[in-house]
């Protein structure tokens, strides 16, 4: 009920909170980021399947002491309040205080534009711009996109209370749009045997030896974990030709906040890996999360085949049938 209930050193203030109106953007961002964000690691919330009441119990919030505004009067409600309220606002928002509010850090970083733009403060959004390749004036329009003109510091952004990108990483958004990514056989075979040595690590790295040669394990189970899927089983073996088969099946639907996660730890992951390898891994990754929602289906199962040649193979199911209780879970998959 008051500060001092949770930590005696905090002064006896009745707790308040400030909300934006269910709706608006910065609200959906907040429950996204702050609210999913805080407990999608709870084991309690991990384990429900279903997406829906899964952000359902990520989201709830006491009505006793939050109100919820709309965002004209957001900055003026939380002026005039009490002392101890905590108000959800916008980087704009914020800036409209002219100093008289205090950004709270969260995990121990401040909501400012240096920890924005270097990816420490993780309570931000980006905003990305989709063109059509081969539109008329499409080509024009990426070449001004893609200008310092525009997206850097001294452009528009600034002004918009939008955070530009640092030079770094807006050289290296020209450069991908530039080039794309290319995969070449070669890069595709040495995924195949750091995965290889990835499942070899997991069921059988602690009572045998691995294989010489195989030493970087990629950490692609993890990332199909957060995309929702965990490792069922794997059928390998090594020999001259590396053979393997890695088998998922779904554990939870994805909510849209989960999607932006996702989105969110493959981008750090390209900063942290780059090359081809790990590329094709995000690659699969994306494409089996695109798969995923088609028409009141969902990819309830995913087997990637390494030899003789690269395939994934998804076995497609009505959408919210937990695993386990569809006809196809104990009878031949259909895959495509």
């Not at 399947?49 to 990520?58: E, K, M, P, V």
């Not at 059988?204 to 929702?228: E, V, Y």
């Amino acid at each position: 009920m008051r500060w001092a209930d949770v930590d005696p050193a905090l002064p006896a203030q009745d707790i308040r909170f400030q909300l934006p109106m269910r709706g608006e953007g910065s609200r959906a961002t907040f429950d996204a980021l702050v609210l999913q964000g805080g407990c999608r690691n709870e084991p309690a919330v991990r384990q429900v399947f279903d997406a829906q009441l899964r952000t359902a119990r990520c989201v709830a919030t006491r009505t006793d002491r939050v109100r919820e505004l709309p965002g004209a009067q957001s900055v003026k409600a939380l002026l005039e309040a009490p002392v101890g309220t905590v108000g959800v606002l916008s980087q704009r928002e914020f800036s409209q205080a002219g100093g008289q509010l205090v950004g709270l850090a969260m995990d121990g970083v401040p909501p400012s534009a240096d920890a924005i733009a270097q990816e420490s403060y993780e309570f931000s959004t980006s905003y990305w711009l989709y063109a059509r390749r081969g539109a008329r004036g499409v080509a024009r329009l990426l070449a001004e996109a893609q200008s310092d003109a525009v997206i850097g510091p001294l452009g528009p952004l600034p002004a918009l209370e939008l955070v530009p990108l640092p030079s770094d990483e807006r050289e290296a958004q020209r450069a991908a749009l530039a080039t794309g990514e290319a995969y070449s056989a070669g890069s595709v075979m040495g995924w195949l045997s750091a995965t290889i040595q990835d499942a070899w690590h997991m069921f059988a790295g602690a009572r045998q030896p691995m294989p010489a040669g195989m030493t970087n394990a990629m950490d692609f189970t993890s990332l199909m974990d957060i995309a929702g899927y965990q490792i069922t089983g794997v059928q390998s073996s090594i020999g001259i030709i590396p053979d393997a088969v890695m088998m998922f099946g779904i554990a939870r639907e994805t909510s849209d906040a989960d999607h932006l996660y996702l989105e969110r730890i493959l981008y750090h992951d390209s900063l942290a890996r780059p090359g081809a390898i790990a590329a094709t891994q995000r690659r699969i990754i994306r494409s089996i999360v695109g798969a995923r929602d088609v028409g009141g289906f969902e990819v309830s199962k995913v087997e990637v085949d390494f030899l003789p040649l690269p395939k994934v193979s998804l076995t497609v199911t009505p959408k919210g049938v937990a695993p386990g209780t569809h006809p196809l879970d104990s009878g031949p998959s259909e895959s495509e």
